[in-house]
């Protein structure tokens, strides 16, 4: 069965901290991506990787880096936490394939509160 | 920005009765659509997804509309159950620097089915 991992569930942190968020999938997909959920926000993508040592800025890229070592794992690093990046993370995975029906696996997502 | 407008942000329905929720969007560059459906302490899953060449796709009680000319498109659930309810956000394939797209989500709907 298809999965993508999120590490925590639940992560508590304190303002300042620099915070990573891991993510493994074991599908041998080229493409990651973050994204962080807030309600009446929708979904709003941070960055995305298509292939390893490789990322591109999404939408709010603002505060968070990533890294990309492994195919399999794809990491979000908030450098300095602040209150604002109080949020669900979700991570997804997706195969490079020819077009543009490209379907996420998502995972469960990582509820981080920085206080 | 590139964006995709979500409308309404909650539906309630009766059990038996057809869900309808409209997305629109405004760059002519996207050319997939699929629709997510997230269910509480779950990552969003692909429930459905539709090309601009066709009007319309359905899937079981799922249907999409696409209006190409007016740049919007719906999602139709007949003979809801409460079972559907679910939160669902409308997406759009936009291309990126790299050889990929990345989904742009809309702010999602909470539908609630009332048995």
């Known amino acids: 069965d298809v999965k993508v991992t999120q590490s925590s569930r639940y992560l508590v942190k304190r303002t300042g901290e620099k915070v990573f968020l891991e993510c493994v999938q074991d599908?041998?997909?080229?493409?990651m991506f973050w994204y962080r959920q807030d309600p009446g926000l929708g979904l709003r993508l941070i960055y995305f990787?298509?292939?390893?040592?490789?990322?591109e800025k999404g939408d709010i890229p603002e505060g968070y880096s990533v890294s990309r070592e492994k195919k399999e794992r794809f990491s979000l690093i908030l450098e300095s936490a602040s209150t604002n990046q109080t949020s669900m993370y979700l991570c997804?995975?997706?195969?490079?394939?020819?077009?543009?029906?490209?379907?996420?696996?998502f995972g469960s997502g990582t509820q981080l509160s920085v206080l | 920005q590139q964006q995709v407008k979500q409308s309404p942000q909650s539906l309630i329905v009766q059990k038996g009765g057809i869900s309808i929720i409209n997305c629109a969007y405004e760059?002519?560059?996207?050319?997939?659509f699929p629709w997510y459906q997230q269910f509480p302490g779950k990552g969003p899953a692909l429930l459905i997804a539709?090309?601009?060449?066709?009007s319309e796709k359905k899937e079981g009680r799922f249907t999409i509309s696409f209006n190409k000319s007016a740049k919007q498109f719906s999602l139709h659930i007949m003979d809801s159950q409460p079972g559907d309810s679910a939160t669902y956000f409308c997406?759009?394939?936009?291309?990126?620097?790299?050889?990929?797209?990345?989904?742009?989500f809309g702010k999602g709907t909470t539908l609630s089915v009332s048995s």
């Open positions: 997804a995975s997706s195969f490079q394939g020819v077009g543009t029906n490209e379907k996420l696996f």
């Open positions: 599908m041998d997909h080229e493409n």
């Open positions: 990787s298509y292939d390893v040592k490789m990322k």
């Open positions: 760059n002519t560059a996207f050319d997939y």
């Open positions: 539709i090309r601009p060449d066709v």
């Open positions: 997406a759009a394939s936009r291309p990126t620097n790299q050889a990929g797209t990345a989904l742009i």
